[in-house]
């Protein structure tokens, strides 16, 4: 069974006996069954419309607030226009956005510039932590070996290093090489890139259909009565009209 809702009589008459005093707020609420908190509530309603009765003139108070409100909603709605502006307008980079945190503003906390600027607070509190001295030392270890030999990758000198007694493996040498900026100079790939003055000759063949002879030999069909048949030695072309077979070039017995 839902609530019943108290009607506006029930309402002023509580309202009239806060304002009053006769009473206590506690007796006042026992007796008409309302929480103190809800006949406070009432109360200040009742005195704000009775501001309202007696102003000069009342319309124009109405007026001045609905006015008023209706202004504050346009100016939320305009914030949040320039806000969602001011977003795409952001960097794309991480570091550039947490350039933009101000750590010592007094108004506005971290969280809500994280929110603002589209970051998660882990990115503002996180600490890189720093070099280990067991890596300094295969930082140098490293440096050594490619400054002698160059042409040396991360898994030739993962071995080099193992022979100098070192536990290491080619994946921490791989990352820390990253780190220092340091790769095997070798020849770079240069796969299959034509000349710029090599012609481009198309493909005859594309879109042809192709059949299987009596013989099992693929036969391609060019029109007119006349396929081409791979021979063992060369190709042959066979007329199905005359049922007769030229060598490559020849189209007839003379």
């Not at 009473?23 to 509530?41: L, N």
């Not at 890596?135 to 030739?156: A, H, Q, R, W």
């Not at 240069?190 to 030999?217: A, C, D, G, I, R």
């Amino acid at each position: 069974m839902g609530k019943i809702k108290p009607s506006n009589s029930f309402k002023v008459k509580l309202a009239l006996e806060m304002i009053k005093g006769a009473e206590t707020v506690a007796q006042i609420c026992s007796r008409y069954g309302v929480h103190p908190s809800q006949a406070h509530k009432w109360k200040a309603q009742a005195v704000e419309g009775l501001e309202v009765i007696f102003a000069d003139k009342p319309n124009s108070i109405l007026k001045e607030k609905n006015e008023l409100i209706e202004e504050l909603y346009r100016q939320i709605g305009q914030l949040n226009f320039e806000l969602d502006w001011l977003k795409k307008k952001l960097p794309d980079s991480l570091s550039e956005r947490l350039k933009l945190i101000d750590r010592g503003h007094s108004t506005i906390p971290i969280v809500r510039q994280c929110q603002l600027l589209g970051l998660n607070r882990s990115n503002v509190y996180y600490r890189h932590a720093p070099i280990s001295d067991y890596d300094l030392f295969l930082m140098n270890k490293i440096d050594e070996v490619y400054t002698e030999l160059p042409f040396y990758g991360s898994p030739k000198i993962t071995r080099e290093l193992k022979n100098q007694g070192l536990i290491v493996n080619h994946k921490k040498i791989e990352r820390l090489m990253a780190e220092i900026g340091l790769y095997a100079i070798v020849p770079p790939r240069n796969t299959s890139k034509p000349h710029p003055q090599q012609p481009v000759f198309p493909y005859l063949l594309k879109n042809q259909k192709t059949e299987k002879s009596e013989n099992h030999l693929s036969k391609l069909s060019l029109g007119r009565g006349h396929h081409l048949c791979p021979g063992q030695r060369y190709l042959v072309l066979f007329d199905s009209d005359s049922g007769l077979v030229f060598p490559k070039g020849q189209k007839s017995l003379t």
